[in-house]
């Protein structure tokens, strides 16, 4: 699986300074004669002339760093032969036989341009150029560049905008676009001339920088078409299956709809034949077969050219080289991490080693080299080409991990392969340093051959291991969209399919119990109220409302009586009763007062607010009632007589409304589904018969003028 890596979104590049070589001073305790001083004069100059070299060299690797002076020497003896170099680490994604595509586009510039590409040079990237341009010598446009683009770029001499050419080809491109096209971007940038470059880079800053939004990539990843074959795979069978599922259940369902119910009522479409379900699941299934080929129609992951037989061995071919020259091979294109003394002690060492040789590279092991990362392929490689046995140890460098692989040694081998110490595979992240301390490691290593237990007999495996990276190869191509995770994604599919049909069901069947106790406990068809000569409830009165819908409406209420009763002028009479309807509710529920009602007024007091207020209403229109409705008092005046039966209690006489004097007339047991309940505390918990609540609502039924009094003393104790 490719792993990309993104690039940060740094739009501003921090320049290294480079420290300059200081003039040496002395200090005299005394003025000598003049032939002295002119002696001295002499010595002080002979030793700057001498001086200013090294001082110079001096501080342009303090500016590289203590490890990039030597790498920065052997990069600029490369640009000396040739201003473009590519390395030879990234065959699967530069392939060094892309040099002269790199030269083209650096000739565009207009200035001499010296182009490296590198893999990440974390450790020195952007002293890097610097102490290049110091070793070679020539003014001219200093470009690095590594998998992901342009790292960093230096003016020396010329004038040209390179920070702004940066900026632009770093956020006008996509984080997949390759150091080629990123190099393209660049080379343009820098011929529009530094106005149009600045304008263009101030552009690109304020639309991509810091948080914002990013270009979409231009390929997908191997993950990527992974996920696209699931979610094929879950729509090719999930869609036809559910079709297959819910239509007829849907069709059983409705046969079960109870009669009188209106075709259609519940709010689903006829069910289909089962000939047509059958046609439509496999038009869903072929539209998925055709189409997702269609959508999904990436084939590669990168636009990388395909590595030659020659990009792909020419590293193995360097270092097999180097090994045979010396048993230590340092990569001269990465960051030196052993100085001269360690690296004299651990020649020593390895020479003195009597089992026999054992062949140390410190090379970095790149998931885009020719071993796709692979230690034990580089390892085998490499012993192919060296054509020695020994213990190969391989170190990288940008990493600091350490492995070892034991040709025809007599080591032990499941010591070699199990019992490596960790402080020696691994760098200490508790002592992390730029050196990842490789040097004091390798020692370590050495030891530890040194010590480990000898074998009569070659490793069982030495004979099977062999190079297997030879041949070019093309490993951008993308997987088949039918392959990797298409198979778990019909499996998902069909559960899924079966997880929304048991989902349906479950909602159909509750919605379908639902109505039956609406039937069976609720308030009477609307027919039979009709049938019956008797009006629908004028109030909003439902018979389990929630807190809030309570609330909420009680707010309205006493809004609207209080707008009403403010806009008229009535009589001294029904001033007087809507006044103490008014005052009644506001003491229930608005004791603050502030004219919104209370957070804390409980489901009671606002059913008996509610109740007041559309007295005190009526009471100004002119239809004035002294009862409401005992069943619920919030649909309005009891003006008739009614036996009820509420539950297993038979209430006689009680005042109701014509609505509920119907339902208890035709179906009496359904009466108890119309009666007023209360939420409890917070919402949950069983619901109470309004007149079991504490408060004064259980007066309603008394009366209008009984309600107003008991709200009266109930908000005088509370």
């Not at 501080?59 to 201003?83: F, Y």
């Not at 020195?124 to 690095?144: I, M, T």
């Amino acid at each position: 699986m490719r792993i990309h890596t993104v690039r940060s979104r740094v739009a501003e590049r921090q320049r290294a300074v480079r420290p300059r070589g200081a003039w040496p001073r002395g200090s005299w305790g005394a003025r000598r004669g003049g032939l002295l001083s002119f002696g001295t004069v002499l010595l002080c100059l002979l030793f700057s002339s001498l001086a200013v070299t090294p001082a110079t060299a001096a501080g342009s690797a303090t500016a590289a760093g203590s490890d990039a002076a030597p790498q920065s020497a052997r990069l600029a003896d490369l640009l000396r032969d040739t201003p473009v170099y590519v390395t030879d680490q990234l065959p699967r994604e530069v392939p060094r036989s892309t040099a002269p595509d790199f030269a083209r586009l650096a000739k565009r510039t207009g200035v001499p341009t010296y182009v490296l590409v590198l893999p990440d040079q974390s450790l020195a990237g952007e002293s890097l150029l610097g102490a290049v341009h110091d070793r070679l010598g020539k003014e001219g446009l200093y470009v690095l560049l590594n998998p992901t683009g342009v790292a960093d770029a230096r003016a020396f001499g010329v004038s040209v905008p390179a920070e702004d050419a940066s900026t632009i080809q770093l956020y006008g491109l996509p984080y997949d676009a390759g150091p080629l096209r990123s190099f393209e971007m660049f080379v343009d940038a820098v011929a529009q001339g530094p106005d149009r470059a600045a304008r263009r880079a101030d552009e690109l800053r304020k639309k991509y920088g810091d948080g914002g939004k990013e270009i979409a990539p231009l390929f997908i990843s191997a993950t990527d078409r992974e996920n696209q074959s699931f979610v094929t795979g879950v729509v090719l069978l999930g869609a036809p299956l559910l079709v297959l599922l819910i239509s007829p259940y849907v069709r059983r369902w409705r046969r079960r709809v109870p009669p009188g119910a209106a075709p259609g009522s519940a709010g689903l479409p006829r069910p289909l034949p089962n000939l047509i379900e059958t046609a439509v699941a496999a038009a869903l299934a072929a539209t998925v077969l055709i189409g997702a080929p269609q959508i999904f129609d990436q084939k590669v992951d990168s636009d990388s050219p395909m590595p030659t037989r020659a990009d792909m061995t020419s590293r193995l071919d360097r270092v097999a080289a180097g090994l045979g020259h010396d048993p230590l091979y340092t990569d001269p294109e990465s960051p030196q991490l052993l100085d001269a003394a360690r690296r004299a002690e651990l020649e020593g060492r390895i020479k003195k080693f009597a089992p026999g040789p054992v062949y140390v590279s410190v090379v970095p092991q790149l998931s885009r080299d020719e071993s796709a990362g692979d230690v034990g392929v580089f390892a085998a490689a490499l012993h192919s080409r060296v054509g020695k046995d020994g213990v190969y140890v391989v170190a990288d460098p940008l990493t600091g991990q350490i492995d070892l692989v034991n040709y025809g040694l007599p080591l032990d081998e499941s010591t070699l392969l199990f019992k490596v110490p960790d402080s020696v595979v691994r760098e200490d992240y508790e002592r992390r340093s730029d050196d990842h301390q490789l040097g004091e490691r390798l020692d370590q290593l050495m030891t530890f051959l040194e010590k480990a237990p000898k074998s009569s007999t070659p490793p069982s495996d030495s004979a099977g291991r062999s190079d297997r990276v030879a041949e070019p190869l093309d490993d951008h191509a993308l997987p088949s969209l039918y392959a990797g995770d298409f198979r778990p994604g019909l499996l998902i599919g069909a559960l899924a399919a079966g997880l929304v049909f048991g989902l349906t069901a479950g909602g159909l069947g509750i919605a379908r119990l639902a109505g039956s106790r609406r039937r069976s406990a609720g308030a009477p068809p609307v027919s039979l109220a009709k049938a019956a000569g008797a009006q629908v409830p004028v109030f909003d009165a439902p018979a389990t409302p929630s807190a809030a819908y309570l609330r909420r409406k009680a707010q309205e209420e006493l809004d609207g009586l209080a707008a009403e009763f403010g806009a008229q002028t009535p009589g001294d009479a029904v001033r007087e009763r809507v006044w103490d309807c008014l005052d009644a509710a506001i003491l229930l529920t608005d004791r603050d007062p502030d004219g919104r009602v209370d957070a804390d007024a409980t489901p009671s007091d606002l059913v008996a607010a509610i109740v007041l207020a559309r007295a005190g209403r009526a009471q100004l229109k002119g239809t004035a009632y002294r009862h409401c409705c005992a069943v619920n008092p919030l649909h309005g005046a009891g003006n008739a007589r009614q036996d009820l039966l509420l539950g297993t209690e038979r209430v006689r006489r009680v005042r109701v409304c014509a609505f509920c004097r119907t339902a208890a007339r035709r179906e009496p047991q359904r009466v108890e589904g119309l009666r007023l309940t209360l939420p409890g505390p917070a919402g949950r918990g069983p619901r109470t018969p309004y007149e079991e609540a504490a408060g004064a609502l259980s007066a309603a039924r008394d009366g209008i003028p009984q309600l107003i009094v008991k709200a009266r003393e109930y908000a005088s104790v509370q």
